[in-house]
């Protein structure tokens, strides 16, 4: 089985309300401040091939946020998720998936270069599957992960989250068909995500 699995980290743009104290006109420290907005996000590029089975994945998922406080930050996100098996003599099968949702995040030192942040996140989720027939469903989704950001330079920051705990209910778009429900907790390289925030 050969498979290749390509993630990158999506440059994201932030903007930055700094409240920054300067000396001699040069700021202070990185790091987050209180009122500070920013944007960050990741992308994924998957590829996975088993004889001459094949399955391709794209992911993206921007993310806004507001330190409303000091340690706080309050944001909004979106997801798009995209994949495709191909098998011989079988339809291909096409899946999709879109989210929308809200998270809060605490950093233990916002203001310093290198902190560490608890994050938890509701999401409601569409997702389609298209084979011979077409299934769609509505989930919701809550999920906590541990992270990791650390600013490079003054403007750049990187970030990781490791793991997942979470719990999905989804609701199939068919009648007689029941919810199914999933508690999750990942420690795999699976469940690390890498990200990037810029400000300015």
């Known amino acids: 089985m050969k498979k290749i699995i390509c993630s990158l ?3 994201a743009f932030g903007i930055t309300q700094a409240q920054e104290t300067t000396t001699l006109g040069v700021p202070s420290t990185n790091g987050f401040n209180q009122g ?3 944007v960050t996000g990741s992308i994924g590029i998957g590829s996975e091939s088993t004889g001459d089975n094949k399955t391709n994945s794209f992911n993206i998922s921007p993310k806004v946020g507001y330190f409303a406080t000091p340690n ?3 944001g909004v996100a979106l997801g798009y998720m995209s994949g495709k098996e191909e098998s011989p003599g079988i339809p291909d099968v096409k899946t999709s998936e879109f989210a929308v949702g809200v ?3 605490y950093y233990a030192t ?3 270069s290198f902190s560490v942040f608890g994050e938890l996140g509701v999401d409601y989720i ?3 599957i298209e084979a011979a027939t077409e299934d769609n469903s509505n989930a919701v989704r809550v999920a906590l992960a541990p992270g990791v950001s650390y600013f490079i330079s003054q403007n750049f920051a990187l970030e990781a989250k490791f793991g997942i705990l979470s719990y999905r209910t989804d609701n199939p778009d ?3 068909v029941e919810n199914t ?4 907790f990942g420690l795999n390289l699976s469940d690390i995500s890498i990200g990037a925030i810029y400000r300015f």
């Not at 429900?181 to 999750?184: G, L």
């Open 174 to 176: 068919a009648d007689g």
């Open 36 to 38: 500070d907005l920013f």
């Open 110 to 112: 916002p203001a310093n």
């Open 103 to 105: 998270f809060g995040r």
């Open 181 to 184: 429900d999933q508690f999750n």
């Open 72 to 74: 706080i930050a309050l």
């Open 9 to 11: 980290a999506l440059l």
């Open 126 to 128: 569409h997702s389609k």
